[in-house]
């Protein structure tokens, strides 16, 4: 838990969806805010998917980095996952002329 208090302390931006005193869903964003944004997590409770939350989060994050050209996120593979990301305007980089690398640990 402490690892995650930090890693959104030190990221560029989060926002936060909340019920009252409950926290509904989050997306947080690393990088420099002028030449990339990277997406590093959307998260909503099982509860509220499938609400526009994620979407509402998504839409928030590229509103406010509109001029930043590069906007990279990566996620596993899971059902519904590829389609939420290109509805919202993502292409997929396995093809045309962007090359997307990753080394796991």
Do not use: H, P
């Not at 593979?77 to 093809?95: I, M, P, T």
């Amino acid at each position: 838990m402490e690892v995650l208090k930090q890693a959104i302390l030190q990221s560029l931006d989060v926002i936060t969806v909340w019920n009252d005193d409950k926290l509904l869903g989050l997306i947080r964003a690393i990088g420099d805010g002028l030449t990339i944004v990277y997406i590093q997590d959307i998260l909503v409770l099982n509860a509220y998917q499938n609400k526009g939350i994620a979407s509402e989060l998504l839409q928030r994050i590229l509103n406010k980095y509109k001029n930043v050209r590069q906007k990279v996120l990566l996620t596993e593979e899971a059902s519904g996952v590829r389609y939420f990301y290109e509805k919202n305007g993502f292409e997929s980089c396995d093809q045309g002329l962007l090359v997307a690398l990753a080394k796991m640990n």
